[in-house]
């Protein structure tokens, strides 16, 4: 298929000036429309795994003070407070955007790894809305510090925000590949995204053997990160080939059940308690789902129940007696079935529930991102992986560089003192005696313009013998920290340990257990 070049500029006419016609404007505007929504609102970034909405309510919150520093973090302000900021400085949207996408950040059922710590209501996995921004409160957790805490570091360019008036990041310094560890949904023009959360210690594994071994063979891959993990646990039932087929092409769906246990009552009774469902599945739905079976509604354009219907009422009731919601705060999800009599056969009621109920159901894999080269592609697992770690090595550089900056800037500083301490009756003579100071210091000691203007506003007591003791010192760590900083950015193979050191840490220290189960089952028939 040939590639067709689109010509969006104006045609002329025969007076020479410029006219468009109505398909061409319309055509161009679609598309920039087009290009709009998918790269400044629907699509997360491959780099810090966030949508442009979450990415300046992080770095608005950051900005606020709001971040977890010592032992209990900030204290949490008023949602509406942390909204109006986003909305006055980097997102001219409206405010139930905004909301809407901090709300998500702080529900543990919808994010894996949440990023924002909400305080009063927000929501709940049966489809319960948040309470208004005026009564909530939020803060950062403390895992938001892997995005956040590396950008006043030189790590990430900075772009002017929708008025100019300030700047905002064009992606945080992620220290982990946050678009495969919460994942993503949303929906654009042309494309739409579904990407499922993964278990951190996990991902992190994975990235640590990519930078070891960038020729890793799938196998390998797919023995660490073996399917998604979502936040409300589940099982998932797909065989390990569709799993990786799926990672492979960077689309698929896998099959993904609840699950129960039973428990044993007094004299011979028995209930089939329900804790943990698939992940976009709720309590309510199943109960509604259930009332449908067992109370079913005549179908549009019929007088009665259909055949079908009836046997599948007749199903349900003969082996089903009640079920009940007994979720609460310490059971996040408490489905108990009881059955019809405690002769029904366990797996009869089991099968039965799976194969009509949303107890068992489909979760797609779309992973469509913006790219490290910013335009929007599907990707395998093994592309998002490789693309994150070119992005987390660059910023690993910038930010060895900058820092080296910062400590050669210091030991021009102190070694501009070290040599006035050495000098100290000359210079104060210099300095009282000189009509142009600063020129005569640095004709004399060979001084630059930053070491005069450092050492004219030097005060006394820094001129004392503790001083040089101290000035010494300081020179000798910031002597050694350059000669490990030139290491980094001179030899690949210090860099490349410099990263995985970094992610072992974070895994160690924000890492949790598996919560979904993957084990192969057959699709439940009843």
């Known amino acids: 298929m040939s590639q067709q070049t689109i010509d969006f500029s104006p045609a002329r006419d025969d007076d020479g000036s410029a006219s468009l016609t109505l398909a061409h404007y319309a ?22 795994g966030q949508k442009p909405v979450q990415r300046r309510i992080l770095y608005a919150m950051e900005r606020m003070g709001l971040g977890f520093s010592g032992t209990n973090g900030a204290k949490p302000v008023k949602s509406a407070r942390v909204v109006g900021d986003v909305l ?15 709300v998500r950040m702080a529900q543990d059922f919808a994010l894996r790894y949440p990023l924002v710590d909400g305080q009063g209501n927000f929501g709940s996995r049966d489809g319960d809305g948040a309470a208004a921004m005026r009564y909530t409160e939020a803060r950062l957790t403390p895992i938001s510090r892997l995005l956040l805490d590396e950008i006043d570091m030189g790590t990430v360019d900075f772009i002017p925000n929708y008025d100019g008036s300030t ?19 949303g ?27 960038e020729h890793l063979p799938d196998t390998e891959l ?22 990786q087929d799926a990672y492979r092409s960077g689309r698929g769906s896998l099959k993904v059940r609840a699950r129960w246990k039973i428990e044993d009552l007094a004299r011979g009774q028995w209930q089939l308690v329900v804790t943990e469902l698939p992940h976009g599945t709720s309590s309510q739905k199943v109960l509604e789902e259930i009332e449908e079976l067992t109370n079913p509604k005549i179908k549009n354009g ?7 219907q009836n046997l599948l009422k007749a199903s349900v009731l003969s082996v089903l007696d009640t079920v009940r919601d007994e979720s609460s705060k310490d059971a996040a999800v408490r489905l108990v079935f009881e059955p019809k009599t405690r002769t029904v056969a366990q797996q009869e009621l089991i099968t039965i529930l799976l194969a009509h109920t949303s107890l068992e159901t489909s979760s797609s ?51 501009g003192r070290q040599l006035v301490l050495l000098n100290i009756d000359e210079v104060i003579a210099i300095i009282r005696h000189s009509d142009e100071p600063k020129a005569a210091l640095i004709e004399r000691f060979k001084l630059s313009d930053r070491q005069a203007e450092d050492i004219l506003e030097i005060r006394l007591r820094q001129l004392a013998r503790l001083e040089a003791i101290k000035i010494e010192q300081e020179l000798s760590e910031l002597r050694t920290e350059e000669a490990k900083l030139d290491d980094i950015l001179n030899n690949p193979g210090v860099l490349k340990r410099t990263v995985v050191k970094e992610i072992e840490a974070d895994a160690k220290q924000f890492g949790d257990e598996r919560r979904t189960l993957i084990q192969a089952e057959k699709r439940a028939v009843a």
């Open 27 to 48: 055509e161009r505007a679609y598309l920039e429309y087009a290009l709009s929504v998918v790269k400044g609102r629907a699509l997360p970034d491959v780099c810090d």
């Open 167 to 185: 700047e905002e990041p064009r992606q945080l310094p992620a220290r982990l590949p946050f678009v495969l560890l919460n994942g993503a949904s």
């Open 365 to 415: 894999i779309n992973m469509t991102m913006i790219g490290a080269d910013g335009k929007p592609t599907q990707k395998s697992l093994r592309q998002i992986l490789t693309e994150w770690i070119g992005f987390r090595m660059e910023t690993v550089t910038r930010r060895t560089q900058h820092r080296l900056g910062k400590v050669r800037d210091r030991i021009h500083i102190l070694e």
């Open 222 to 243: 797919f023995d660490i990160i073996q399917g998604p993990d979502f936040p409300g646990g589940g099982q998932i039932i797909s065989s390990p080939q569709d799993i």
């Open 302 to 308: 019929k007088k009665a129940l259909t055949a079908e």
């Open 187 to 213: 929906i654009a023009v042309g494309l739409a995204t579904e990407i499922p959360s993964h278990n951190l210690r996990e991902v992190a594994s994975a990235a640590v053997a990519l930078i070891k071994n």
């Open 88 to 102: 006055g400085r980097y997102h001219p949207h409206g405010d139930t955007a905004a909301y809407d996408a901090m």
